[in-house]
């Protein structure tokens, strides 16, 4: 057998809306536990936020398309994270042989927040603008993570996360994803997206990037190729290698085939390495 790795899967993209590929996505993810691997799942969801919000009237105001979260706000996203979506991934994975514990960045003080402002530039003058409790990762405790781990449960993490003063904040999923990959020196860290990976043109299958180094992401960020919604999930990659994580890829979360190239060995996404 192969010897024992430590994946951390960011979950999200239409694989969260669609069950019957949620359940065959984890089914997949499941089959490296199977094979002896460690299992750590970190999920957002974006479209349960959105869901929530309009069900509850609570109207969002964006700047530069980032979400201003207000603390009522956050007491629905918070329902719609932990409550909705972490609570049906935990309950689809203990209907098998596997135990999931569904945690948050609060519990155990697993990650520390700061609250983060968006900046804009005009004329050469920067303002802050205040997204109210919207944060960045601060800090990573991994001693909850290990202690599951060490005991064969799967954490399922959700991205919400308090500061040092106990004030909660929404972090992107993204970013949280690739900090807690980068604590925990996974072998392998995984971002599911509804895409086969990075295209030099999204529209020419052929022109997907297999293979990638930290190095070359500020180049094809500046010829306008790292753009839109690949931009986190990039930099997410970026800050799990820098931080201990040997290797990062990119796959297609709505093809679970993906995963069973990736237990396989099979080159599979866009690999993204330190050099």
Do not use: W
Request: charged content about 25%; hydrophobic content about 35%.
């Amino acid at each position: 057998m192969t010897s024992k790795k430590t994946y951390l899967f960011k979950y999200g993209g239409n694989a969260m809306t669609d069950e019957r590929l949620k359940e065959e996505l984890i089914g997949n993810v499941l089959d490296l536990k199977r094979d002896g691997h460690q299992v750590v799942i970190v999920h957002g969801g974006g479209p349960f936020i959105k869901n929530i919000l309009k069900k509850v009237r609570v109207t969002s105001q964006f700047i530069d398309g980032h979400r201003k979260t207000t603390p009522e706000a956050l007491r629905y996203v918070e329902m719609a994270l932990k409550g909705e979506v972490n609570g049906s991934l935990v309950n689809l994975i203990n209907r098998t042989e596997f135990t999931a514990v569904g945690l948050s960045g609060k519990d155990g003080k697993l990650v520390t927040a700061r609250k983060r402002f968006h900046k804009t530039e005009e004329n050469g003058t920067v303002t802050e603008h205040d997204l109210g409790q919207v944060g960045d990762v601060a800090s990573v405790n991994t001693r909850l993570i290990e202690i599951l781990l060490e005991s064969d449960y799967i954490p399922v993490i959700t991205c919400l996360a308090s500061d040092s003063e106990g004030a909660d904040f929404n972090i992107n999923g993204d970013m949280f994803a690739g900090h807690i990959a980068g604590a925990i020196k996974a072998d392998e860290y995984v971002v599911l997206t509804d895409v086969d990976g990075l295209f030099k043109d999204i529209n020419k299958p052929e022109t997907l990037i297999k293979k990638l180094t930290i190095q070359e992401i500020k180049t094809l960020s500046d010829d306008g190729i790292i753009v839109g919604g690949m931009i986190p999930k990039v930099e997410s990659c970026a800050i799990a290698l820098n931080n201990g994580a040997s290797s990062a890829r990119i796959i297609n979360g709505t093809k679970p085939d993906q995963i069973t190239d990736l237990k396989a060995q099979k080159e599979t996404g866009t690999h993204i390495t330190a050099e």
